[in-house]
């Protein structure tokens, strides 16, 4: 099939690359310039796992190109996928502007008719929006899909080729049957389509956001309980994970969300909430536990040192907002430096994907390494705030001689006590007992 992806970051990208693997003919347009010029010359944007090989396979067999010219991108495609940015707004909502600019300008631009696709994560009613917009430029018939998308960065890839699930809003059957055929491919495991209206489509994104920041912000918040009564959290985590009502997905405690999906959705829930007269109760408890959950965590590293702060030299491994992704939206781990920093704390940094995007939004406010060994040079301890694999299984003997006291803040619980014990690590982690 010939289609159509607007917006080519983390979801149009994997998107388009891997619609591409399946054989369809890909045109990726994005108003970025500099963006689509790396990205005719080979040069990926982000670290996804698995996703150079694939755009690279595909843009050498020619089913994957790139252009800024939306015209050209959708000229011959049937499907027009819509997967540009719908960042926060100052009061909590989306903003859908992006959106319903490059809708109007599809609608402008197309020959005939065309299917329309929103990807991006848009407010419960945005598909009317696009609709009129649509409707208001061209006589064109069209129709539109809300076909939110669910892959997590760091398995992106994956995610998209092998779903959970694929929700596709739509009443019309033929549209139905024009998405099952794209995304036939990717059910061989079994049909894994749910079809539903574009309303409830739209909804089930925010809603599945939502649930999955509360329960990782009811187990940081169970874990600040277990710190005071003495109880640890993994093993909490182990028993109720066992159950399966609950299961074992998103308990692990640390030091909170982050990244460019749960705040700004949970953010919008809430206002969508307040603008229908609907609290979001749920959501904004989740939401305040996490931001306390990451005041916790700092506080307790500030706490630790006291006035000797100006002194304190801290190692940081992990600035990225979870493992397996070079993104620092909104990263836990860039707040926790922040407030360290507010505290008069140096730190020396390392992450293994995030180095560029982390020195872009901290501004040279701490000092870069080039792997975490070296970051612990002459540090007071080190702080762990994102669980990339390589931070897990490291060279504790190292650790302690290089660091002034052998002293480790793990804000990912990435390990076993009784390990670091015999390492003679001093050793404070999020729901669990120190050891000294
Ligand atoms: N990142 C994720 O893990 C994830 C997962 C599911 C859903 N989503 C949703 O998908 C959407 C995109 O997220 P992302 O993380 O890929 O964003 P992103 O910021 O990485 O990419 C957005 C892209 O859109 C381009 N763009 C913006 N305006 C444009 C325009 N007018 N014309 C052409 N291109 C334009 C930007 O240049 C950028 O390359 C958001 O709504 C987000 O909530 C994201």
């Known amino acids: 099939m010939k289609v159509c992806v607007v917006g080519i970051g983390?979801?149009?990208?994997?998107?388009?690359g891997c619609l591409a693997e399946a054989g369809n003919s890909v045109i990726c347009v994005?108003?970025?310039?500099?963006?689509?010029?790396?990205?005719?010359?080979?040069?990926?944007?982000?670290?996804?796992?698995?996703?150079?090989?694939?755009?690279?396979?595909?843009?050498?067999?020619?089913?994957?190109?790139?252009?800024?010219?939306?015209?050209?991108?959708?000229?011959?495609?049937?499907?027009?996928?819509?997967?540009?940015?719908?960042?926060?707004?100052?009061?909590?909502?989306?903003?859908?502007?992006?959106?319903?600019a490059v809708s109007g300008e599809i609608a402008e631009k197309m020959p005939d008719y065309r299917i329309i696709v929103t990807k991006s994560t848009v407010p419960v009613g945005t598909h009317k929006k696009v609709a009129e917009v649509v409707k208001s430029k061209t006589q064109k018939p069209f129709d539109y899909v809300s076909n939110p998308e669910f892959l997590k960065e760091g398995s992106a890839?994956?995610?998209?080729?092998?779903?959970?699930?694929?929700?596709?809003?739509?009443?019309?059957?033929?549209?139905?049957?024009?998405?099952k055929q794209l995304y036939s491919p990717f059910?061989?495991?079994?049909?894994?389509?749910?079809?539903?209206?574009?309303?409830?489509?739209?909804?089930?994104?925010?809603?599945?956001?939502?649930?999955?920041?509360?329960?990782?912000s009811f187990m940081n918040e169970v874990a600040g309980l277990c710190e005071k009564m003495g109880a640890d959290v993994e093993l909490v985590r182990q028993g109720i994970g066992s159950d399966s009502r609950i299961g074992r997905a998103f308990l692990f405690p640390g030091v909170g969300y982050g990244g460019s999906c749960f705040p700004k959705d949970i953010r919008a829930l809430i206002y969508i909430g307040e603008k229908t007269g609907v609290e979001m109760k749920i959501a904004k408890a989740a939401q305040?536990?996490?931001?306390?959950?990451?005041?916790?965590?700092?506080?307790?590293?500030?706490?630790?040192?006291?006035?000797?702060?100006?002194?304190?030299?801290?190692?940081?491994?992990?600035?990225?907002?979870?493992?397996?992704?070079?993104?620092?939206?909104?990263s836990p781990a860039i707040n926790c430096v922040n407030k360290l920093l507010a505290h008069g704390i140096k730190i020396r940094a390392y992450d293994?994907?995030?180095?560029?995007?982390?020195?872009a939004a901290l501004g040279g406010k701490i000092t870069m390494c080039e792997n975490g060994y070296d970051a612990l040079e002459g540090a007071d301890a080190l702080v762990i705030l994102t669980e990339w694999q390589e931070f897990r299984n490291p060279d504790f003997e190292l650790i302690a001689k290089k660091l002034?006291?052998?002293?480790?803040?793990?804000?990912?619980?990435?390990?076993?006590?009784?390990?670091?014990?015999?390492?003679?690590?001093?050793?404070?982690?999020?729901?669990?007992?120190?050891?000294?």
Request: charged residues 30%.
């Open 30 to 100: 994005d108003n970025d310039a500099k963006k689509i010029e790396g990205l005719k010359k080979g040069a990926i944007p982000i670290y996804e796992p698995g996703l150079t090989e694939i755009v690279q396979h595909n843009e050498k067999l020619k089913r994957l190109e790139f252009t800024t010219d939306l015209k050209y991108g959708i000229d011959s495609a049937q499907i027009i996928f819509l997967a540009v940015g719908t960042p926060s707004q100052a009061d909590g909502s989306a903003d859908i502007s992006a959106v319903l």
């Open 10 to 16: 983390y979801v149009g990208l994997v998107t388009a």
């Open 352 to 359: 293994p994907e995030a180095m560029t995007t982390a020195a």
């Open 157 to 179: 890839v994956e995610d998209f080729m092998s779903p959970d699930r694929i929700i596709i809003g739509t009443e019309k059957e033929s549209v139905r049957e024009t998405m």
């Open 187 to 216: 059910m061989r495991k079994g049909n894994r389509i749910i079809f539903m209206d574009p309303t409830s489509a739209e909804m089930t994104k925010y809603t599945a956001n939502v649930m999955l920041a509360t329960r990782i």
């Open 288 to 330: 305040q536990a996490n931001m306390a959950s990451q005041e916790r965590f700092a506080g307790r590293i500030c706490d630790y040192f006291g006035d000797r702060g100006k002194s304190v030299i801290l190692a940081v491994w992990g600035l990225a907002f979870k493992a397996k992704t070079d993104d620092v939206r909104e």
């Open 404 to 436: 002034k006291k052998p002293i480790i803040f793990d804000g990912r619980n990435l390990y076993d006590p009784e390990v670091i014990k015999k390492a003679g690590i001093e050793y404070h982690s999020v729901g669990r007992p120190d050891v000294k």
